[in-house]
């Protein structure tokens, strides 16, 4: 068993040298002795800002100054250890602060010669030629959330990632800028995993975890919930996440104004972009320009000679600034207070005024700690602050970063408004809004003016104009909440003997015309933001709701797609059109699936009654029976489950991440959680919208082939998928990834060996989806080769999203090209070729819309000139306008999951917190030295618990066999000696010894004491249990290998001055433990 050398637990007072005595060291966090000349006081934050006042006496050494900060880089799993210790444990900083400034220079030689921190950012024109010639790079910079001081950059076609290593080399940038990147001599690369140059934190162990965050791979196939419940296939297969909001009405937002004025500003720069042009060129030619050189050859050469090694490079400036600049969100921490003669007096007078004594703390361990002046804040917090409020650090702030100079190690941030209360739910979802720029204001006048006034009913044109379905039996299928019903299903047997199946989609292309103030709002919102209890809507409330939605037993616009099937449920033909519908009911996936099941029948009033007593079946509209309904479901349901195994058999690939769903009380506290389980019925919505959205996608492809707006997901990640394969193979577990069907049978035929093990199902699930990249809208005028047009999970050459415009504006965009294709068949054509859905006859001849595209019609100028007409009145984007349009959209989206992750945390940590924490049994995912990464399966998340330096607790650490084993140290050490030495053991382990009854750790509720996480004594008094059994303790010697049991406590902490977060101990037990 390997321990900690005795003679580094001697007295702390030993490293605390007199000033004087400068043959002494200090002894640093790591272990490393260092010259007394470089101590300073974590107290004394003087490099704060070199420029001023402060400039002259910030003593940075030089362009290689001061920048491995605790506050930037440290790992540990207390927020506040993190970011007010002044040093970190991987690195020193130089920069002297107090006392403890370099003694050999005075004042005078610092006044002339001042320092600089980082090195100034290349000229503008010295990196366009940089670009041009290929010496230079065009990236997107991504910080590693456990280590900020590593970055990665991807350069395309460059089959790995590229080290941005150190803060020094990220060079003031942060996540989300685009940077120009320089590569290092092949020299000062790093080694991959298991090499013995510097690596990142989830590079020094085993297993498989991502250093960077993973990209949330959110592709939906074709609809979601209100509170996106239904994980429909293509959510499933690109993105696995960790998983806040209040009542509709519950809008925390103190300073409306201050709101307004940032999503203003955060979307200025995007919209702008939408109405030039010349910004794409310049983005095309860069792209083309990184490609085409000699250097990006050389960097592919060295790639494979070198094939161990990571290429590093560093920052030389930044192209584009992230949006994140200006949605920061945080809690101040103050460093001195007027008449505060506690808080480092020394520094507040010698080296900065009060106007630098505030620091912002982001709740985004990505970003850095930044200034604030005390003077630029609102005046609420001001008053605050110089009353000395003690709820001040704890309140929740949204602010922006206004400029970083080189001469400073933090940026200066200005503060927008307050928040509330960091432990408050409304806090933090408005937090999060705000942090992902979501427009959750009310809609103004002017975009209201666009709206047909309620009551409204269809003009006489349109039953004219559009088919007039309303004979037909058609329902909904959607979450029993939902109030924005955008599609609709129907089938009816031919006399011909084919079934015709349609999807009719709400027409909302009919009330949002190009171009209006309504356009244009939903344009920069371009998606409905879901939360747990509520919706940001992308349009007003009266179109989502009443003149869009497909409510039963009202006539509706909508756009339908009806298919031909033959015995074999194989499509012969279809048909697209503007169509009206009156929907017969609104059924739940819950009402489907008790029909699917069999566990419905019809009583002798012809009425529908469920065998189940909490499912109630709602009203039936017109002149239609229950039992045609019941049988038009299962029919359907049969034909989805064939068309879902020809998919898969035709390789297509599924990936079911788990996710939770909350039990709410009446104020909206989660009361309890469970794993959301998908049903037959949400495959059959499923399957049907991912065949509308490939019929769409082909159909405009073949009109409009350089300007229709597709979806493409890319292959995976080469690297990745083969450390997959390895660590599958390592562990006795068969998996195939040569193609997506061959990673969905491998992965099926696992899951059905693990079929009474669903934790073990949801970690190949979620390795699995590691390696998947991000699905992206894109326009086919900005990718010529067709053949990257495809859809990877889906196994599917042409790819949109048609099904949900009232919820995303990319389906807006679709559904106006399909409709310029229907109006330029018709004018080659004639509006008689559109064909008879009614009575069940077909049209022979549609050139632009039917399953056959005629090219040669495209291509000829009769065709064109129809075509261009058509595009031009229904304001089809260009090119290059849609590709700007598609990256918009894209990050829109993004940010709308992240907002839904981010809301299911929030909601994850109030169940922990009323519940005083849970115990659950976990999986060892990734395992090092320093940290092993867990999947608790109660939460269906991924943990990490660091267990370097920590006080009384001994690692041993086996690299051949990936093991880790845990025990308690049986010498102990004062208080005196742990103080500032390492982590408690308490914040490792929640500690028990097996010698008392566990009857007695649990009251009468079953819930736990209030638990103090600054408590050096541990959690072994406190009461616990969740609602599940309680796992046994794990016994020290506690053994640590992949996938492997753990029992660990799940515990909320944060909140009062910390960001929400969930914490994980393990739960081990040891006759030691007194």
């Known amino acids: 068993m390997c321990t900690p050398d005795k003679d580094k637990y001697r007295d702390i007072s030993a490293a605390k040298l007199k000033r004087k005595d400068s043959s ?97 950012h290349w000229p503008s024109f010295e990196i366009e030629k940089a670009l041009e010639e290929g010496e230079a790079f065009r990236c997107t910079i991504r910080v590693n959330a456990h280590f900020r001081a590593e970055g990665y950059v991807t350069i395309e076609g460059v089959p790995i990632d590229v080290l941005i290593d150190g803060l020094e080399a990220q060079n003031r940038s942060i996540e989300g800028d685009v940077v120009a990147v320089i590569i290092n001599n092949v020299s000062k690369w790093t080694r991959l995993k298991g090499g013995t140059a510097k690596q990142s934190c989830s590079d020094q162990g085993n297993g498989l975890d991502d250093t960077c965050r993973i990209e949330l791979l959110d592709t939906e196939a074709g609809r979601s919930s209100d509170e996106e419940q239904t994980c429909t296939q293509e959510q499933r297969t690109e993105g696995a996440s960790e998983s806040i909001t209040a009542s509709e009405d519950a809008q925390v937002v103190s300073d409306a104004s201050s709101l307004v004025e940032h999503l203003s500003l955060v979307e200025e720069t995007k919209m702008t972009h939408l109405q030039k042009g010349s910004v794409q060129s310049d983005l095309a030619d860069d792209s083309l320009s990184n490609i085409s050189h000699k250097a990006y050859q050389r960097l592919i050469r060295n790639i494979a000679l070198h094939p161990d090694k990571r290429p590093t490079g560093k920052v030389v400036g930044i192209l584009e600034k992230s949006d994140r600049r200006q949605s920061v969100v945080g809690f101040l921490e ?30 985004d361990t990505k970003l850095p700690k930044m200034v604030i002046h005390v003077d630029a804040l609102p005046s609420n917090l001001r008053d605050r602050y110089y009353a000395g409020d003690t709820t001040f650090e704890s309140e929740l702030v949204a602010a922006c970063i206004k400029c970083w100079e080189a001469e400073s190690n933090y940026p200066v941030a200005e503060i ?46 349109e039953y004219m104009n559009r088919k007039d379905l309303t004979c037909f039996r058609v329902f909904t299928i959607d979450p029993p909440t939902a109030r924005d019903l955008d599609d609709a299903l129907s089938i009816q047997r031919l006399a011909n003997g084919l079934l015709r199946v349609g999807v009719h989609i709400a027409d909302v292309s009919y009330f949002v015309h190009p171009e209006t103030e309504l356009d244009k709002e939903a344009q920069l919102r371009s998606t409905s933001v879901y939360l747990i209890q509520s919706v940001v809507p992308m349009l007003p409330r009266p179109l989502c709701e009443e003149l869009c939605s497909l409510n039963p037993g009202v006539d509706r616009l909508t756009l339908s797609i009806m298919w031909d099937l033959d015995e074999n449920w194989q499509v012969v033909d279809h048909w697209i059109g503007r169509t009206i519908i009156n929907s017969c009911c609104k059924l739940s996936y819950d009402h489907a699936q008790n029909i699917i099941s069999g566990k419905s029948s019809l009583n002798s009033d012809g009425m529908i009654e469920s065998q189940t007593q909490d499912i109630d079946f709602p009203k039936l509209y017109g002149n239609f029976k229950w039992a045609d309904v019941v049988d038009d479901i299962k029919t359907l349901h049969e034909i989805a489950r064939r068309r879902r195994d020809a998919r898969f058999e035709a390789g297509a690939l599924s990936l079911q991440n788990s996710r939770l769903i909350f039990d709410l009380n009446e104020d909206g506290i989660p009361n309890g959680s469970s794993v959301y389980e998908h049903q037959d019925s949400n495959f059959l919505v499923e399957e049907f919208m991912l065949l509308a959205n490939m019929t769409a996608a082909k159909v405009i492809a073949g009109a409009f082939p350089d300007c229709a707006l597709l979806r493409r997901h890319p292959e995976p990640n080469t690297r990745k998928l083969k450390e997959l394969e390895d660590f599958c193979s390592k562990n006795g577990l068969e998996i195939s990834a040569v193609s997506s069907g061959a990673l969905h049978e491998s992965l099926h035929k696992l899951c059905e060996d693990h079929r009474e093990d669903p934790a073990m199902q949801s970690i190949l699930m979620l390795y699995a989806t590691k390696p998947m990249q991000l699905a992206k809208y894109f326009s086919t005028g900005e990718i010529r080769n067709e053949q990257e047009w495809a859809h990877y999970a889906l196994a599917t050459p042409f790819y949109t999203h048609f099904t949900s415009p009232i919820r995303r504006y990319p389906d807006i965009v679709v559904h106006r090209t399909l409709l310029a294709a229907i109006e330029a068949e018709n004018v080659l054509l004639g509006p008689s070729n559109e064909g008879n859905p009614v009575d069940g006859s077909t049209s022979p001849v549609r050139c632009f819309t039917g399953p056959c595209l005629d090219k040669l019609t495209v291509q000829s100028c009769d065709g064109q000139r129809a075509l261009a007409s058509a595009a031009l009145k229904h304001k089809v984007p260009g090119s290059q306008d849609l ?51 867990l999947y608790v399966n109660e939460i269906a998340m991924e943990r990490r618990v660091y267990y370097e330096d920590t006080d009384g607790l001994g690692i041993e650490w086996c690299s051949n066999t990936c093991t880790a084993i845990l025990d308690l140290l049986h010498f102990k050490t004062s208080r005196k000696e742990r103080q500032g030495r390492g982590r408690p053991l308490a914040e490792v ?18 819930q736990l004491a209030e638990t103090d996480l600054d408590d050096e004594r541990g959690l072994e008094n406190e009461e616990c249990c969740g609602e599940n059994k309680m796992p ?43």
């Open 334 to 363: 103050v460093y001195s207070r007027p008449g505060n003669k506690c808080r480092s007096e020394i520094s507040k007078s010698q080296f900065f005024d009060e106007s630098y004594a505030i620091f912002l703390v982001p709740c």
């Open 24 to 120: 002494k060291s200090l002894l640093l966090s790591n272990g490393d002795l260092k010259p007394e000349k470089f101590k300073y006081s974590p107290k004394t934050k003087t490099d704060i800002l070199c420029n001023g006042k402060s400039k002259q006496d910030c003593d940075c050494s030089g362009i290689h100054g001061s920048y491995h900060l605790a506050d930037e880089a440290s790992t540990s799993t207390s927020f506040k250890e993190e970011n007010s210790s002044f040093y970190s444990r991987q690195h020193l900083s130089p920069i002297c602060t107090g006392k403890g400034r370099y003694m050999q220079k005075n004042k005078s030689e610092k006044a002339n010669f001042p320092r600089t921190c980082f090195r100034p």
């Open 989 to 1006: 382990a929640y500690l028990v010894n097996p010698a008392y009854c566990m009857d007695d750790l649990v009251d009468k509720d079953n």
């Open 1032 to 1074: 046994e303790p794990a016994v020290l010697p506690l053994t640590l290998r992949l996938l492997a049991p753990v029992p660990t406590y799940v515990f909320a902490t944060g909140g009062n001055g910390r960001p929400l977060d969930i914490g994980v101990r393990l739960y081990v037990s040891s006759y030691f433990q007194q």
């Open 883 to 933: 590709a700007l349009l598609a990256e918009h959209c894209n990050r829109r989206k993004l940010a709308s999951r992240n907002v839904r992750d981010a809301s299911d945390k929030v909601y994850l940590w109030a169940m922990l917190k009323k519940k005083k924490g849970i115990f659950s049994e976990a999986r060892v995912l990734a395992l090092g030295p320093k940290f092993v990464s």
């Open 416 to 461: 927008s408004h307050s928040l509330g209360q960091g432990g408050e739910i409304e806090a933090n979802l408005a937090a999060i809004l705000f942090e992902h720029a979501v427009h959750s204001a009310e809609f103004p006048p002017s975009v209201l003016k666009c709206i047909p006034d309620l009551p409204w009913t269809i003009p006489v044109d």
